[in-house]
């Protein structure tokens, strides 16, 4: 009779008995000895052997030759997708430098090189290079320096395609919800998380300006400035030129000697020698030329990342309006000007409009409003910068911002108006 007898695996690790607990190793995200075609790897004239660097932390290899470049190729036994590849000394005297990776297919084929860091002469003791996903029969190792080379662990990751669904949480139901894609983007908002929006008109400063002579408290509606010379009803002002600062423009109702009343209360508490300024918003009272135009802007303040989304038109006149015409008058000869400027420095023109119809091609979401009985004809424009898949991003502490430069006499529109929206990222 056959005696049949319990069979115990033990993990030579750990020591464990494998069970349910501590179940045996699948094939992992790394390569292992195992996976080792050593019979065709090379180690070239480093000391040691190949699996040196997968079984042991501790055994350094060396190569102390003049040969440039120093060469290790390693063969696998099945096809592998890359991820990426970690290099470690463990014998602080040497290190490594000038790395060169190559992904090999069959016939020893160079299917993607890696040659970031083959010119970096920096001695390191652990350095992990990242590499793009696509399968590799080897992976060939060059260190491109007649430096001596130290190298005691490699470890190569793998990269598994999953197919998977994204999953959120709802953060007006509480419910989970699937995000979902198209075109292999997901379709993802975080309009959520941003808790600050920007609502803000493109102005220009008029050259009047001063300083709160007294700290204003949240709920205020007056405010009283060192001068009040040059501010009188109506005009407008912005309060503050860094992150503490009231939000948009606001309207002089009253001025009695240097006490200023506003048409709406302050949000926020503001602190002796915050910066009052006058400014402008309606581009209609400008007269620019092509030499010397008149420029309109719209920058986050110090402190601030501003990301912007949407770009709103008015004009109105009292003639009525078509896409020949700018706004209800003749259409420019120069045109009004959209401007980035990034944190490169670089400055850039984004579009010139000359007429309706200029605005139309960019917005597409251009509409006249019909006279009323005691008003005038008005246009309307948006501009969703998301429908293209831009998002305009504007910091504040490198000086970028979006500009519009008037070019011509546009007097004959009695308003027009550029507002942005979008969302404060940094709040």
């Known amino acids: 009779m056959t005696s049949l007898r319990r069979i115990r695996l033990i993990d030579s690790n750990t020591d464990n008995d494998v069970s349910v607990q501590y179940p045996l190793s699948v094939d992992g995200t790394r390569i292992y000895v195992k996976d080792i075609d050593v019979a065709n790897s090379d ?4 000391s040691g052997v190949i699996t040196d660097y997968f079984d042991s932390l501790k055994t350094v290899n060396n190569n102390a030759s003049a040969t440039n470049p120093k060469v290790i190729k390693i063969w696998f036994n099945e096809s592998i997708q890359t991820n990426s590849i970690g290099f470690g000394c463990d014998d602080l005297t040497k290190s490594f430098s000038n790395i060169k990776i190559k992904a090999l297919g069959s016939g020893e084929e160079i299917r993607y090189i ?18 793009i996903p696509l399968a590799a029969n080897g992976i060939q190792i060059e260190f491109h320096t007649a430096d001596e080379i130290g190298l005691s662990n490699l470890i190569i990751f793998k990269s598994q395609n999953v197919n998977a669904r994204i999953q959120a949480i709802n953060e007006v139901t509480g419910e989970i919800e699937n995000i979902s894609s198209f075109n292999g983007a997901l379709n993802m908002t975080d309009g959520f998380v941003h808790k600050a929006i920007v609502n803000e008109y493109f102005t220009r400063d008029t050259g009047v300006s001063t300083t709160l002579a007294v700290a204003a408290e949240t709920g205020d509606t007056d405010i009283t400035v060192v001068d009040s010379t040059g501010l009188i009803e109506p005009d407008m002002i912005k309060i503050g030129i860094t992150a503490l600062r009231e939000v948009g423009v606001i309207t002089i109702t009253n001025v009695v000697g240097n006490i200023i009343t506003l048409d709406r209360p302050i949000a926020q508490d503001l602190p002796i020698g915050t910066v009052v300024k006058e400014v402008e918003n309606n581009m209609s009272s400008s007269v620019g030329t092509l030499a010397s135009p008149v420029i309109y802007e719209l920058a986050p303040p110090e402190g601030l990342i501003w990301q912007i989304t949407l770009l709103l038109t008015t004009i109105t006149n009292p003639s009525a309006m078509d896409d020949g015409l700018f706004g209800g008058a003749g259409a420019l000869t120069n045109g009004v000007v959209g ?11 984004i579009t010139n409009w000359k007429t309706n119809g200029d605005m139309m091609n960019d917005m597409y979401f251009v509409e006249y409003n019909d006279k009323a009985p005691a008003g005038g004809y008005g246009l309307k424009g948006k501009w969703n910068l998301t429908d293209s898949g831009i998002i305009s991003e504007l910091n504040g502490d490198e000086g970028e911002y979006l500009r519009v430069l ?6 004959d529109n009695p308003l027009f108006r550029i507002k942005a929206q979008g969302r404060v990222k940094n709040f």
């Open 43 to 46: 180690n070239g004239d480093f």
């Open 114 to 131: 890696n040659d970031d860091f083959v010119n970096d002469d920096t001695k390191r003791n652990s350095f992990l290079v990242g590499m």
């Open 339 to 349: 401007r980035v400027k990034t944190t490169a420095g670089r400055i850039a023109n």
């Open 406 to 411: 008037i070019q011509d006499d546009l007097t």
